[in-house]
């Protein structure tokens, strides 16, 4: 049966520095957690916390709601996948993984049906009676995970461990590893600082800094709606503009210093108008076009489209030989690209010399010097307060 974890004001210092202060988290019983953030951010300490390889000066820590704050970590009755796999050379595959079920005096006959049965599931049956050195790194790695998962636990724990593999046997392992822990069902937090890895594993996240939590989410909110600038810009890429915010005719939204507007319909009250706020845009959430090929932003009736939305440019339906008007987008020049096949990055520079990186899909390409403007598609922006960097979008459910 799944266990939650429960993590309550916790304490961690090492002599005079704290490294953790007061923190507090739920893990709810067979989830995938993850604990993400650069390093030194306090993850992996607070991972050793939870298997008891550090000591907790404050708060508690509970399992299944048993305190386990003074519990050896040889009585949790918990499995961990270090980094550097930590496979015993001497051993073999069987061997290794069957250590943990001898050290707990598992029947043989017990034993080796559970130590079979893992392999399977981990795909290296074939391998059982081979040696260590015999076995590339994604293999030891597998063995590792199927030693920590034979023997039961309550919670499996894993400090980075796909950080030693190349960059193919890192997508295959974490597929293999999101798999497995679905068929054993067993409470999982796995630490990492790779964000596309704890984008593609888990249930939730926690992004972390300086030992604080700045969020806890599902991948796609952290993703789609980060709570404050650090995350916005630690998670995948992220344009940061400065801007105020403007409320006009019950209308509410972001302007840009030449005049661009952006109306907006999930900002906060706390949104005032003037409020100087930064505006995050992912590189695909730009609409980007040449300025010589771009549609014109008059409406069928001759009325100006307000904000220059892609909706009322494409029921312009032609193409105007003309310079920007003030205020239709973000003036730019094409500094160079890189073509990915099914997408082309641009690296362009605003009129204000800052540099920003637009992601666009399916476009003719545009060459180096060429001048372009940007819009922002409003439904997909970031909107953070100026002083404070936290969000000004209202929560919206996933």
């Known amino acids: 049966m799944s266990v939650g974890i429960d993590i309550e004001n916790v304490v961690k210092k090492y002599g005079s520095h704290t490294v953790i202060n007061g923190l507090s988290l739920r893990i709810e019983p067979g ?11 306090g ?11 550090n000591s907790v000066e404050g708060g508690d820590i509970r399992v299944g709601g048993r305190r386990i704050n003074d519990v050896p970590p040889s009585r949790r009755n918990m499995g961990m996948v ?16 069957a250590f943990g079920l001898k050290m707990r005096h598992v029947p043989e006959a ?3 049906r559970r ?9 290296i049956e074939e391998y059982a009676d081979r040696m260590p050195a015999a076995l590339s ?16 636990p309550e919670v499996l724990l894993m400090d980075e461990p796909l950080s030693n593999l190349d960059a193919k046997l890192r997508v295959e392992m974490r597929n293999a590893i999101k798999r497995i822990q679905r068929q054993v069902a067993i409470t999982t937090v796995y630490v990492t600082h790779d964000q596309e890895e704890a984008l593609a594993v888990s249930d939730r996240i926690a992004v972390m800094d300086g030992g604080v939590i700045q969020q806890v989410d599902t991948p796609r909110n952290i993703y789609q709606r980060p709570a404050n600038v650090f995350v916005s810009s630690f998670i995948g890429l992220s344009n940061l503009l400065e801007a105020t915010v403007f409320e006009e005719g019950g209308q509410k939204g972001v302007a840009f210093p030449n005049g661009y507007r952006v109306p907006m319909t999930n900002l906060s009250e706390e949104a005032k108008s003037g409020l100087p706020v930064a505006v995050s845009a992912r590189p695909e959430e730009f609409i980007m076009e040449a300025s010589a090929r771009r549609p014109s932003l008059r409406t069928p009736e001759g009325r100006a489209a307000f904000g220059g939305s892609a909706v009322s440019e494409q029921s312009a339906g032609r193409f105007v030989e003309a310079p920007d008007a003030p205020g239709e987008g973000i003036p730019a020049v094409v500094q160079s690209s890189v073509f990915l096949g099914l997408t082309t990055h641009y690296f362009v520079r605003a009129e204000n010399g800052q540099e920003l990186e637009v992601i666009q899909q399916e476009q003719a390409a545009l060459a180096d010097g060429e001048r372009v403007l940007l819009r922002l598609r409003p439904e997909k922006i970031n909107v953070f307060h100026g002083a404070s960097r936290t969000t000004l979008i209202r929560g919206e459910p996933e």
Not at 43 to 51: G, S
Not at 82 to 97: D, I, L
Not at 137 to 152: C, E, F, S, T, Y
């Open 110 to 112: 017990e034993a080796a």
């Open 115 to 123: 130590v079979d049965d893992i392999l399977r599931m981990v795909k």
């Open 137 to 152: 790194g994604g293999q030891q790695q597998r063995v590792a995970l199927a030693r920590a998962i034979v023997i039961q």
């Open 31 to 41: 989830e995938f957690f993850t604990l993400l953030g650069p390093s030194g951010c």
């Open 82 to 97: 270090f980094q550097n796999y930590a496979v015993f050379p001497h051993m073999s595959v069987r061997e290794n993984v």
């Open 43 to 53: 993850k992996t300490t607070l991972l050793r916390m939870i298997i008891g390889f």
